[in-house]
Protein backbone atom coordinates (compact mmCIF):
# COMPACT_ATOMS: atom_id res chain seq x y z
CA UNK A 1 0.00 0.00 0.00
CA UNK A 2 1.35 3.40 -0.85
CA UNK A 3 -0.09 6.88 -0.20
CA UNK A 4 1.01 10.06 -1.25
CA UNK A 5 -0.17 13.85 -1.23
CA UNK A 6 1.42 16.52 -2.48
CA UNK A 7 0.60 19.96 -1.93
CA UNK A 8 -2.91 18.61 -0.76
CA UNK A 9 -5.63 20.81 0.08
CA UNK A 10 -9.15 21.32 1.50
CA UNK A 11 -11.36 23.69 1.65
CA UNK A 12 -15.39 23.75 3.18
CA UNK A 13 -16.28 26.54 1.92
CA UNK A 14 -13.87 29.49 3.64
CA UNK A 15 -12.63 26.81 5.69
CA UNK A 16 -9.33 25.54 5.09
CA UNK A 17 -9.37 22.19 6.58
CA UNK A 18 -6.07 20.58 5.07
CA UNK A 19 -3.45 22.68 3.81
CA UNK A 20 0.01 22.20 1.62
CA UNK A 21 -0.20 18.83 3.19
CA UNK A 22 3.02 16.37 0.88
CA UNK A 23 3.00 13.32 3.15
CA UNK A 24 4.59 9.79 1.77
CA UNK A 25 3.00 6.63 3.21
CA UNK A 26 4.13 3.11 2.50
CA UNK A 27 4.40 -0.53 3.15
CA UNK A 28 2.45 -2.55 5.67
CA UNK A 29 2.69 -0.90 9.14
CA UNK A 30 0.29 0.64 12.18
CA UNK A 31 0.74 4.49 11.53
CA UNK A 32 -0.71 6.90 14.05
CA UNK A 33 -2.12 9.93 12.96
CA UNK A 34 -2.76 12.48 15.47
CA UNK A 35 -3.49 16.12 15.83
CA UNK A 36 -6.15 18.56 17.62
CA UNK A 37 -9.48 18.68 17.40
CA UNK A 38 -10.11 20.01 13.98
CA UNK A 39 -6.25 19.55 12.89
CA UNK A 40 -7.98 17.91 9.93
CA UNK A 41 -7.47 14.15 10.66
CA UNK A 42 -11.02 12.95 9.63
CA UNK A 43 -10.86 15.21 6.28
CA UNK A 44 -7.67 13.26 4.97
CA UNK A 45 -9.20 10.34 6.00
CA UNK A 46 -12.18 10.69 4.11
CA UNK A 47 -10.26 11.66 1.41
CA UNK A 48 -8.29 8.76 1.38
CA UNK A 49 -11.57 6.58 1.52
CA UNK A 50 -12.25 8.42 -1.72
CA UNK A 51 -15.06 9.79 0.48
CA UNK A 52 -14.88 13.41 -1.95
CA UNK A 53 -12.04 15.30 -3.92
CA UNK A 54 -9.55 17.76 -2.88
CA UNK A 55 -9.62 21.75 -4.05
CA UNK A 56 -6.29 21.52 -5.11
CA UNK A 57 -3.14 18.93 -5.11
CA UNK A 58 -2.95 15.59 -6.04
CA UNK A 59 -3.99 12.98 -3.87
CA UNK A 60 -2.98 9.37 -4.70
CA UNK A 61 -3.82 5.88 -3.41
CA UNK A 62 -1.63 3.22 -4.71
CA UNK A 63 -1.11 5.36 -8.04
CA UNK A 64 -4.58 6.49 -7.92
CA UNK A 65 -7.23 9.42 -6.65
CA UNK A 66 -9.62 7.00 -4.54
CA UNK A 67 -12.52 9.19 -5.42
CA UNK A 68 -15.45 7.81 -7.31
CA UNK A 69 -13.05 4.58 -7.87
CA UNK A 70 -14.15 1.10 -6.67
CA UNK A 71 -11.08 -0.53 -7.82
CA UNK A 72 -8.93 1.51 -5.30
CA UNK A 73 -11.80 1.72 -2.68
CA UNK A 74 -12.49 -1.83 -2.65
CA UNK A 75 -8.95 -2.24 -0.55
CA UNK A 76 -9.54 0.43 1.69
CA UNK A 77 -12.10 0.18 5.24
CA UNK A 78 -12.52 3.12 6.78
CA UNK A 79 -14.26 3.30 10.24
CA UNK A 80 -15.36 6.08 11.39
CA UNK A 81 -16.68 7.32 15.23
CA UNK A 82 -20.19 7.28 13.85
CA UNK A 83 -22.70 6.86 10.28
CA UNK A 84 -21.16 3.88 9.30
CA UNK A 85 -24.21 1.38 8.89
CA UNK A 86 -27.72 2.45 7.56
CA UNK A 87 -30.05 2.50 10.72
CA UNK A 88 -32.16 -0.23 9.71
CA UNK A 89 -29.88 -2.97 9.16
CA UNK A 90 -29.24 -5.58 11.20
CA UNK A 91 -25.85 -7.01 12.07
CA UNK A 92 -26.05 -9.90 10.20
CA UNK A 93 -26.82 -7.18 7.11
CA UNK A 94 -24.07 -5.28 8.11
CA UNK A 95 -22.37 -8.51 8.04
CA UNK A 96 -23.49 -9.75 4.69
CA UNK A 97 -23.09 -5.96 2.86
CA UNK A 98 -19.45 -5.82 3.86
CA UNK A 99 -18.35 -9.26 2.43
CA UNK A 100 -19.75 -8.36 -0.11
CA UNK A 101 -17.57 -5.14 -0.87
CA UNK A 102 -14.47 -6.28 0.56
CA UNK A 103 -12.64 -8.85 -1.26
CA UNK A 104 -10.66 -10.07 1.15
CA UNK A 105 -13.25 -10.18 3.71
CA UNK A 106 -13.02 -13.02 6.91
CA UNK A 107 -16.61 -14.28 7.20
CA UNK A 108 -15.21 -16.71 10.29
CA UNK A 109 -13.45 -14.08 11.54
CA UNK A 110 -16.02 -11.69 11.70
CA UNK A 111 -18.33 -14.27 13.71
CA UNK A 112 -15.82 -14.99 16.14
CA UNK A 113 -14.95 -11.45 16.99
CA UNK A 114 -19.37 -11.32 17.10
CA UNK A 115 -19.00 -13.55 20.06
CA UNK A 116 -15.49 -12.18 21.36
CA UNK A 117 -18.19 -8.49 21.66
CA UNK A 118 -21.20 -10.72 22.73
CA UNK A 119 -22.96 -8.86 19.85
CA UNK A 120 -26.64 -10.32 18.76
CA UNK A 121 -26.73 -10.65 14.98
CA UNK A 122 -30.48 -10.49 15.21
CA UNK A 123 -29.93 -6.83 16.81
CA UNK A 124 -30.67 -3.42 14.69
CA UNK A 125 -28.02 -1.04 14.39
CA UNK A 126 -30.63 1.80 15.85
CA UNK A 127 -30.86 -0.69 18.99
CA UNK A 128 -27.07 -0.37 19.18
CA UNK A 129 -25.52 0.99 22.59
CA UNK A 130 -22.87 3.43 21.66
CA UNK A 131 -20.04 1.00 22.39
CA UNK A 132 -21.33 -1.86 20.69
CA UNK A 133 -21.60 0.29 17.68
CA UNK A 134 -18.42 0.97 18.03
CA UNK A 135 -17.68 -2.58 18.49
CA UNK A 136 -19.51 -3.33 15.07
CA UNK A 137 -17.12 -0.78 13.48
CA UNK A 138 -14.03 -2.39 14.81
CA UNK A 139 -15.47 -5.71 13.51
CA UNK A 140 -15.57 -4.90 9.96
CA UNK A 141 -12.10 -3.09 10.45
CA UNK A 142 -10.45 -6.20 11.38
CA UNK A 143 -12.53 -8.65 9.39
CA UNK A 144 -12.03 -6.60 6.04
CA UNK A 145 -8.50 -7.59 5.74
CA UNK A 146 -8.63 -4.44 3.50
CA UNK A 147 -4.70 -3.52 2.79
CA UNK A 148 -5.90 0.00 4.10
CA UNK A 149 -7.81 -0.02 7.45
CA UNK A 150 -8.45 3.30 8.30
CA UNK A 151 -10.08 3.98 12.16
CA UNK A 152 -10.96 7.26 13.23
CA UNK A 153 -11.63 6.91 16.68
CA UNK A 154 -13.63 3.83 16.84
CA UNK A 155 -13.50 3.10 20.35
CA UNK A 156 -16.37 5.80 21.59
CA UNK A 157 -18.53 4.08 24.47
CA UNK A 158 -15.80 1.31 24.63
CA UNK A 159 -15.07 0.91 28.38
CA UNK A 160 -11.35 0.23 29.16
CA UNK A 161 -11.37 -3.46 28.97
CA UNK A 162 -13.18 -3.73 25.76
CA UNK A 163 -10.78 -1.12 23.87
CA UNK A 164 -7.89 -3.44 25.28
CA UNK A 165 -9.62 -6.29 23.87
CA UNK A 166 -9.63 -3.83 20.57
CA UNK A 167 -5.64 -3.43 20.99
CA UNK A 168 -4.78 -7.00 21.47
CA UNK A 169 -7.23 -7.77 18.18
CA UNK A 170 -5.40 -5.25 16.75
CA UNK A 171 -1.94 -6.30 16.74
CA UNK A 172 -2.54 -10.38 16.29
CA UNK A 173 -4.65 -9.70 13.34
CA UNK A 174 -1.82 -7.08 11.96
CA UNK A 175 0.69 -9.98 12.70
CA UNK A 176 -1.10 -12.38 10.97
CA UNK A 177 -2.23 -10.13 7.85
CA UNK A 178 0.34 -7.39 7.77
CA UNK A 179 -1.51 -4.57 5.99
CA UNK A 180 -1.85 -0.54 6.17
CA UNK A 181 -3.46 0.36 9.19
CA UNK A 182 -4.20 4.17 10.03
CA UNK A 183 -5.43 4.84 13.49
CA UNK A 184 -6.28 8.19 14.41
CA UNK A 185 -7.16 8.75 18.66
CA UNK A 186 -6.87 11.09 20.78
CA UNK A 187 -5.90 8.17 23.63
CA UNK A 188 -2.27 8.46 22.52
CA UNK A 189 -0.80 6.50 25.72
CA UNK A 190 -2.92 3.60 25.14
CA UNK A 191 -2.29 3.03 21.75
CA UNK A 192 1.21 4.65 21.33
CA UNK A 193 3.32 1.64 21.76
CA UNK A 194 1.52 -0.06 18.39
CA UNK A 195 2.84 2.85 16.12
CA UNK A 196 5.63 1.88 14.04
CA UNK A 197 5.08 5.68 12.79
CA UNK A 198 3.60 8.80 14.08
CA UNK A 199 1.99 11.76 11.73
CA UNK A 200 1.02 14.54 13.40
CA UNK A 201 -1.38 17.06 11.52
CA UNK A 202 -1.68 20.92 13.07
CA UNK A 203 -4.29 23.20 11.59
CA UNK A 204 -4.29 21.00 8.22
CA UNK A 205 -0.44 21.16 7.69
CA UNK A 206 2.05 18.49 8.08
CA UNK A 207 3.65 19.22 11.76
CA UNK A 208 5.59 15.62 12.21
CA UNK A 209 6.21 12.48 10.31
CA UNK A 210 8.31 10.02 12.12
CA UNK A 211 8.84 6.23 13.07
CA UNK A 212 8.24 5.83 16.96
CA UNK A 213 11.43 4.99 16.93
CA UNK A 214 13.37 8.07 15.56
CA UNK A 215 10.57 10.30 17.83
CA UNK A 216 11.90 8.37 21.18
CA UNK A 217 15.35 8.90 20.00
CA UNK A 218 15.30 12.38 18.94
CA UNK A 219 13.96 14.43 21.64
CA UNK A 220 15.33 15.19 24.78
CA UNK A 221 14.09 16.73 27.91
CA UNK A 222 16.41 18.54 29.98
CA UNK A 223 15.43 19.60 33.64
CA UNK A 224 17.78 21.80 36.05
CA UNK A 225 18.13 25.01 36.73
CA UNK A 226 17.46 28.25 34.53
CA UNK A 227 20.32 29.57 34.62
CA UNK A 228 21.93 25.85 33.17
CA UNK A 229 18.98 25.09 31.27
CA UNK A 230 19.24 28.29 29.14
CA UNK A 231 23.00 28.14 28.74
CA UNK A 232 22.34 24.50 26.66
CA UNK A 233 19.16 25.32 25.17
CA UNK A 234 20.32 28.45 23.49
CA UNK A 235 20.52 28.58 19.56
CA UNK A 236 18.26 25.03 19.38
CA UNK A 237 14.89 23.91 18.66
CA UNK A 238 13.52 24.14 21.50
CA UNK A 239 9.66 22.30 21.43
CA UNK A 240 8.95 23.10 25.42
CA UNK A 241 9.83 25.15 27.97
CA UNK A 242 8.58 26.02 31.55
CA UNK A 243 9.80 27.04 34.90
CA UNK A 244 9.06 26.50 38.34
CA UNK A 245 10.50 27.67 41.28
CA UNK A 246 13.90 28.44 39.25
CA UNK A 247 14.01 25.01 37.86
CA UNK A 248 13.19 24.52 34.00
CA UNK A 249 12.07 21.96 31.94
CA UNK A 250 13.09 22.31 28.63
CA UNK A 251 12.34 19.28 25.69
CA UNK A 252 14.60 19.41 22.73
CA UNK A 253 13.80 17.97 18.96
CA UNK A 254 16.34 17.06 16.75
CA UNK A 255 19.55 18.25 18.43
CA UNK A 256 22.85 16.76 18.97
CA UNK A 257 24.40 17.51 22.70
CA UNK A 258 27.23 16.51 23.99
CA UNK A 259 27.81 17.88 27.47
CA UNK A 260 24.58 18.70 29.43
CA UNK A 261 26.60 19.30 32.27
CA UNK A 262 24.57 18.65 35.52
CA UNK A 263 21.32 18.54 33.95
CA UNK A 264 19.13 15.46 34.45
CA UNK A 265 18.40 14.14 31.13
CA UNK A 266 14.76 11.88 30.53
CA UNK A 267 12.35 10.89 27.82
CA UNK A 268 8.65 12.30 27.43
CA UNK A 269 6.27 9.55 26.37
CA UNK A 270 4.50 10.15 22.80
CA UNK A 271 1.71 11.67 24.51
CA UNK A 272 3.35 14.42 26.41
CA UNK A 273 5.38 15.00 23.44
CA UNK A 274 2.19 15.29 21.48
CA UNK A 275 1.11 18.19 24.26
CA UNK A 276 4.45 19.66 23.82
CA UNK A 277 4.41 19.65 20.20
CA UNK A 278 0.65 21.02 19.73
CA UNK A 279 0.75 23.94 22.30
CA UNK A 280 -0.45 27.51 20.72
CA UNK A 281 2.64 29.23 21.37
CA UNK A 282 4.81 26.32 19.73
CA UNK A 283 5.91 27.06 15.92
CA UNK A 284 5.20 24.45 13.74
CA UNK A 285 8.18 21.38 13.03
CA UNK A 286 7.92 19.66 9.60
N1 LIG B 1 -18.45 19.11 6.56
C1 LIG B 1 -17.77 20.19 6.95
N2 LIG B 1 -18.18 21.44 6.63
C2 LIG B 1 -17.49 22.54 7.01
N3 LIG B 1 -16.33 22.48 7.72
C3 LIG B 1 -15.87 21.27 8.08
C4 LIG B 1 -16.56 20.05 7.71
N4 LIG B 1 -15.85 19.01 8.19
C5 LIG B 1 -14.79 19.54 8.84
N5 LIG B 1 -14.80 20.88 8.75
C6 LIG B 1 -13.78 21.81 9.31
O1 LIG B 1 -12.52 21.38 8.84
C7 LIG B 1 -11.54 21.46 9.87
C8 LIG B 1 -10.92 20.08 10.08
O2 LIG B 1 -11.92 19.21 10.61
P1 LIG B 1 -11.66 17.66 10.81
O3 LIG B 1 -12.96 17.04 11.20
O4 LIG B 1 -10.99 17.11 9.61
O5 LIG B 1 -10.63 17.67 12.05
P2 LIG B 1 -10.18 16.50 13.04
O6 LIG B 1 -8.71 16.61 13.18
O7 LIG B 1 -10.71 15.19 12.59
O8 LIG B 1 -10.86 16.92 14.40
P3 LIG B 1 -11.39 16.03 15.67
O9 LIG B 1 -10.18 15.51 16.37
O10 LIG B 1 -12.13 17.05 16.48
O11 LIG B 1 -12.28 14.95 15.12
C9 LIG B 1 -12.26 22.02 11.09
O12 LIG B 1 -12.04 23.41 11.13
C10 LIG B 1 -13.71 21.72 10.83
O13 LIG B 1 -14.54 22.72 11.40
Known sequence: MNISTNNLRKNYLKEVALDDLSLQLEGNKIIGLLGKNGAGKTTFMRMLAGHFQQSSGTLKVNGQNSFNNYEIT?????????????????????LAISAEF??????????????????????????????????????????????????????????????????????????????????????????????EEVVILQKGRLMLHETSDDIARKHLVLTGSSEEVDKIIQNKQVIYESTMLGQKVAVLFDEEITDVGSLKVSRASLQELFVYLTKEEVKSYA
Request: charged share 25%; proline share 3%.
Open 74 to 94: KDICFVMESDNFNEKFSIKDV
Open 102 to 195: YPNWDHEYAEKLIELFQLKKKQKVKNLSKGMYSALGIITGLASHAPLTIFDEPYIGLDASYRSLFYDLLLESYQQQPRMIILSTHLIDEVSKLF
